[in-house]
């Protein structure tokens, strides 16, 4: 195997990391997959055109990454539920994933914001319309990056047949 096929191969395998990075949010999706076409452009002979591509690359990633957070933070601001509740279902998430993994996360996090509403608002009845929506936010969050990383895969493909 010549070295320009070994970094396709390794650059595309940080870009299929990258995608399934979404579904499992231990791993940094937006970051592997512009990683995986930085070290397709630095090391293969792909000539001006892999610059082309990792430009394009860069600002799909840093556009994504506005958009991921601004979006869902946008409708979260507008149903009232904190950044707190948020933080609280980031943390029992993450507990969640180590006791019991990638299902862990998503029953974490769940319980998390419904545990932070229920103490922030009183009631179990209201906590769990907050709840619903900071699920929505997160998967408004997943659904965009998931979106800008298969943009990015879909440039970097067109980017080997072309170059």
Do not use: Q
């Not at 769940?110 to 509403?117: D, F, S």
């Amino acid at each position: 195997m010549d070295t320009d096929s070994l970094v396709t191969l390794v650059a595309g395998l940080l870009i299929v990391a990258g995608i399934v990075g979404v579904l499992m949010p231990v791993l940094p999706a937006l970051p592997l997959c512009w990683g995986g076409v930085l070290l397709w452009a630095i090391f293969d002979d792909a000539g001006l055109g892999r610059w082309v591509v990792l430009g394009i690359a860069t600002a799909l990633t840093l556009i994504g990454t506005v958009i991921k957070y601004a979006w869902p933070g946008r409708n979260l601001k507008r149903t009232g539920v904190p950044n707190s509740t948020l933080l609280a279902g980031g943390v029992l998430g993450l507990v969640g994933f180590f006791v019991v993994p990638v299902v862990g996360l998503i029953g974490g996090f769940v319980l998390g914001v419904w545990l932070a509403e229920r103490l922030r608002l009183g009631d179990s009845r209201l906590a769990w319309p907050s709840t619903k929506d900071a699920l929505k936010a997160a998967g408004l969050a997943m659904l965009v990056e998931l979106g800008v990383g298969l943009a990015i895969a879909l440039t970097w493909v067109i980017g080997l047949a072309v170059v």
